[in-house]
């Protein structure tokens, strides 16, 4: 059973910073997991913000983010991060991250685990 718990969401102000955290867990198994972040604000479709394989060799971002978001991942801690540096109101959405063991899913899109979301809101 896998299971990601998103952390670190809330009010941010224009230009400010502001890091999501999510935790993988494993039971009983624990595995190296490609991580994705995606978003989804009221009334859109859930959209990809961005992938990282999980040993670092190549990252995509959507071009919105691009310059400003940061992917990451501790491997010693099953954590993934996402950096947001100079947000803007339009990023405001309900972030995902996801997680899936194969290299491809950050390509396809296609996440087999999900978290549960933490709200981001930028506003002065």
């Known amino acids: 059973q896998v299971q990601l718990a998103e952390s670190g969401g809330g009010l941010v102000q224009p230009g400010g910073s502001l890091r999501l955290s999510c935790a993988v867990s494993?039971?009983?198994?624990?595995?190296?997991?490609?991580m994705g972040w995606f978003r989804q604000a009221p009334g859109n479709e859930r959209d990809f913000v961005a992938a990282l394989t999980w040993n670092g060799a190549a990252t995509y971002y959507a071009d919105s983010v691009k310059g400003r978001f940061t992917i990451s991942i501790d491997n010693a801690k099953n954590t993934a991060y996402l950096s947001m540096n100079n947000p803007k109101p339009e990023d405001t959405a309900v972030y995902y991250c996801a997680a899936d063991p194969q290299v491809s899913a950050t390509v396809t899109r296609n996440f087999s685990h999900w978290g549960q979301g933490t709200q981001v809101t930028v506003s002065s």
């Open positions: 494993e039971r009983p198994f624990k595995r190296r997991y490609s």
